[in-house]
């Protein structure tokens, strides 16, 4: 589990295909600090499994299934991501519930910079609108956030200075594709109420 609080902008390295799957390897000196084999690092949200640590890189196996409901087949060489490690049980929540497993992915389409924040709207896709809320929580890349506004196609964020500079969204442009992960317990009440 994570927390959608970015420990750190790191860079991807090597990216190698493998058949319908991929290996990264990505330079993040602060998640790399305590990581060893088999430790669960978020990668632009998506939680995966550390399969060796060197130095201050990380190497992971992409699966096809990540590589189809993410972003993470469209990143190379150089890339900046958004990383966390896994939360410890004695650490404080302080964004979201979020669990690493993006439920898809949405478009950047507008960005409105203010005096001391930025306004973003992104796509929704149909399968997810039900489960976003206004002054609910989403994660972005990985970051946990607060919807602004919502309405069935797309949804709004606010982003604080600190947002923009410790993570790459004060990157990111109109046109980018990013990861999303809606509130998992949206889903759990769903399937509860529904049956299905």
């Given at each position: 589990?994570f927390?959608?609080?970015?420990?750190?902008?790191?860079?991807?390295?090597a990216?190698?295909?493998?058949?319908?799957?991929?290996?990264?390897s990505?330079?993040?000196?602060?998640?790399?600090?305590?990581?060893?084999?088999?430790?669960?690092?978020?990668?632009?949200?998506?939680?995966l499994?550390?399969?060796?640590?060197?130095?201050?890189?990380?190497?992971?196996?992409?699966i096809?299934?990540?590589?189809?409901?993410?972003?993470?087949?469209a990143?190379?060489?150089?890339?900046?991501?958004?990383?966390?490690?896994?939360?410890?049980?004695d650490?404080?929540?302080?964004?979201?519930?979020?669990?690493?497993?993006?439920?898809?992915?949405?478009?950047?389409?507008?960005?409105?910079?203010?005096e001391?924040?930025?306004?973003?709207?992104?796509?929704?896709?149909?399968?997810?609108?039900?489960?976003?809320a206004?002054?609910?929580?989403?994660?972005?890349?990985?970051?946990?956030l607060?919807?602004?506004?919502?309405?069935?196609?797309?949804?709004?964020?606010?982003?604080?200075?600190?947002?923009?500079?410790?993570?790459t969204?004060?990157?990111?442009q109109?046109?980018?594709?990013?990861?999303?992960?809606?509130d998992?317990?949206?889903?759990?009440?769903?399937?509860?109420?529904?049956?299905?």
């Open positions: 589990m927390t959608g609080i970015i420990e750190e902008k790191g860079e991807v390295i990216v190698r295909p493998d058949g319908d799957s991929a290996r990264l990505v330079r993040g000196k602060v998640v790399t600090s305590d990581a060893g084999h088999g430790d669960s690092i978020a990668v632009n949200g998506v939680c499994t550390v399969v060796d640590v060197e130095d201050d890189v990380f190497t992971v196996d992409v096809k299934e990540s590589l189809d409901r993410s972003s993470l087949g990143l190379s060489e150089g890339s900046a991501v958004n990383l966390e490690r896994a939360v410890r049980a650490q404080r929540l302080g964004g979201h519930i979020v669990q690493g497993h993006v439920d898809g992915t949405a478009v950047l389409l507008s960005r409105d910079p203010g001391n924040w930025d306004n973003l709207r992104f796509s929704l896709p149909a399968t997810l609108s039900r489960y976003v206004e002054k609910g929580s989403i994660a972005i890349d990985g970051i946990s607060t919807v602004t506004t919502v309405d069935d196609e797309s949804f709004g964020v606010s982003l604080i200075p600190t947002t923009l500079e410790v993570t969204m004060g990157e990111r109109v046109g980018d594709v990013v990861n999303i992960e809606v998992v317990i949206a889903k759990y009440v769903e399937r509860l109420v529904t049956g299905q």
